[in-house]
C-alpha cells in the first residue's frame, strides 16, 4: 500500500493498535466514547477521538489528564459542516438544540452526515492507516468511508441491549406499522421479559418523519459492521446482550459499564464539560450530610422539563423533606429562572438544597457516600452511573430509550421507583402544562425512594449488589474486561487481514494489464 512495503507487514503486525472513535456530537455519546478511549489504551492501544472544534473543547482536559497518566489518548478535530446546512456556526451538540423548531433538528443532521468528507479526508492523511474505527449507532455515514479505506468499523450503539433487542424485534415483526397510533400498547414479541411498550416510548433513534433516509442508513450500517461494543455488562444485561448478538449474527462485546473503570477525582469532575459550579464546594456540602441522604436530580444533557412540570418538582423537592443536589439546566430559561427568582427558591431552601443552574460534575456526586437516590431522567449512561455507584433511582423518563431504561430499572433490577410519567410531554393535552406528575406525587415517590421501610432497604441492599458487580465486571477477571480481550484480539485479526488485502490490491494494481 501506500504507506507500508509488504517488508514492514510482520512489523505492522506487532505494532500498537490504533483506533479512531467517532461519537455522535451529543453529550451521552461522547462521554461514552472518552472512556472507551481511556480502556482501550489502558490496554496499549492508541486512540483517537475525532470531533468537532466545540466537542473537543468541552473533552480536552479529560483527555489531557489521561494522557499525562501515560495513556496514549489524543483528540483530533474535523471542522463541522453546520453552517453550510444553515446551522447557526459554533452549534455543534446535541444539547444546544434548546428552544429550536425540528427544522434545525433536522439540519443539524444533515450536518452530521456531512462529517464523511472531512472525516475521510483525515484518514487518507495519516501516515499510517488506523486498525479500526469506532463509530456511534447514529453515525451510519462512517460504513461508506471505512469501506473504501479497508479500515474494521465496529459500531458502539448507545442505549442499552434492553433497548436494542426490543427495537430490533418490534421492527422485525412489523409491530411499528401494525398498531393504530403511537399511544396503542403493545406486548415486545421474541423478548426474554414481559415488556408492554408503545411507540411513543420505544421508537428507534432515528425513526421519525424526516429521516427516513438516516434510518435506512443506520439500520444497514448496523447488518455490515464487523461487530459491535456496548456499554453494558452481563450481570445486569447478559440475556438482552445474547438476544441483540443471535438477532443480528454478529460478534458483540459488552465492555461496561465504563464509568466503572477508576477515574482520578479531577478526571470525574471534568467528565464531559466543564461544570457550572465549583466541584470542591460540593463535595464540601456532601461531606456535612449523613451517608445515602442526599438526593440528585438530573434529566440529562437534552431533556428539558416544561417550566410548569419544574416547578412541581421543585415543590415536592422542597416538602419531601430531604437534602438535595439539582442540576437544573432549565433555570436558563426565563420562566423557569423568573419562577426561581420570584419564589426566592434557591434562598429558602438553601439549608438543605443545592441548585446547579446548568452542568453539574454529575459522577462525582453518585460516587459520594451521601447520594441516597437519584431523580434520574433515565438516559443510559446516567442508568449505568446509578447502577455503577449503588443509588437507587425515581425514574423520570422523557424519550428516545429512556422509558426502556426506566423497565429494566425497576421491573428487571429492582432498583428504581417510578415517578408516575407516563408519555414524553408532546402526547400531554395542552391543559396539562406539560405536567405529569405533581409536586405531592413526588413527595410521595420521594418517601418510597428514600425511606421506603423493608422494601426501601432491600432496595437498596440490591443497588450496592449491582454496584459491586459492575465495578468488577470492568476490572480484570471481570466479563467486560474479558469482552474487551476479545474485541481487540478481534480487530488485530481482522485489520491484519484488511491490510494484506488492500496490498494485495494495490500491488494488482500496479501489474502490467495482459495484451489482448
Ligand atoms: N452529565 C453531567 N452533568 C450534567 C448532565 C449530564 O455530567 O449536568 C453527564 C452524565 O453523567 C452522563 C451524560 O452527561 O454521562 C448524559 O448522558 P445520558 O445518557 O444520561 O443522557 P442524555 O444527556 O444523553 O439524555
Known sequence: SAEEKPGEMAAAATAELHFLLVPLVAQGHIIPMVDLARLLAARGARVTVVTTPVNAARNRAVVEGARREGLAVELAEIAFPGPEFGVPEGLENMDQLVDVDRDMYLSLQRAIWAMAAPLEAYVRALPRRPDCLVADYCNPWTAPVCDRLGIVRIVMPCPSAYFLLATHSLTKHGVYGRVAGELEPYEVPDFPVRAVVNTATFRRFLQWPGLEEEERDATEAEHTADGFVINTFRDIEGVFIDGYAAALGRRTWAVGPTCAARLDADARARRGNRADVDAGRIVSWLDARPPASVL????????????????????????????????????????????????????????????????????????????????????????????????????????????????????????????????????????????????????????????????????????????????????????????????IQYVSELSMKKRRERDAGSTAQKLPSPAV
Not at 339 to 360: I, P, Q
Not at 373 to 381: Q, S
Not at 397 to 415: I, K, R, T, W
Request: aromatic residues 8%; charged residues 20%; contains cysteine.
Open 296 to 487: 440528585y436530580v438530573s434529566f440529562g444533557s437534552i431533556a428539558h422539563l416544561p417550566a410548569k412540570q419544574v416547578i412541581e418538582l421543585a415543590r415536592g423537592l422542597e416538602a419531601s423533606g430531604w437534602p438535595f443536589v439539582w442540576a437544573i439546566k432549565e433555570a436558563k430559561s426565563a420562566a423557569v429562572s423568573e419562577w426561581l427568582d420570584g419564589e426566592g427558591y434557591e434562598e429558602r431552601v438553601k439549608e438543605r438544597g443545592l441548585l446547579v443552574r446548568g452542568w453539574a460534575p454529575q459522577v462525582t456526586i453518585l460516587s459520594h457516600p451521601a447520594a441516597g437516590g437519584f431523580v434520574t431522567h433515565c438516559g443510559w449512561n446516567a442508568t449505568l452511573e446509578a447502577i455503577s455507584h449503588g443509588v437507587p433511582a425515581l425514574t423520570w423518563p422523557n424519550f428516545s430509550d429512556q422509558f426502556s431504561s426506566e423497565q429494566l430499572l425497576v421491573d428487571v433490577l429492582g432498583v428504581g421507583v417510578r415517578s408516575g410519567v407516563r408519555v414524553p410531554s408532546s402526547f400531554l393535552p395542552a391543559e396539562a402544562e406539560g405536567v405529569q406528575v405533581t409536586s405531592a406525587d413526588v413527595v410521595k415517590a420521594v418517601t418510597v425512594l428514600m425511606d421506603g421501610g423493608e422494601d426501601g432497604t432491600a432496595r437498596r441492599a440490591r443497588a450496592k449488589e449491582l454496584a459491586g458487580k459492575a465495578r468488577a465486571a470492568v476490572e480484570e477477571g471481570g466479563s467486560s474486561h474479558a469482552d474487551l480481550t476479545d474485541m
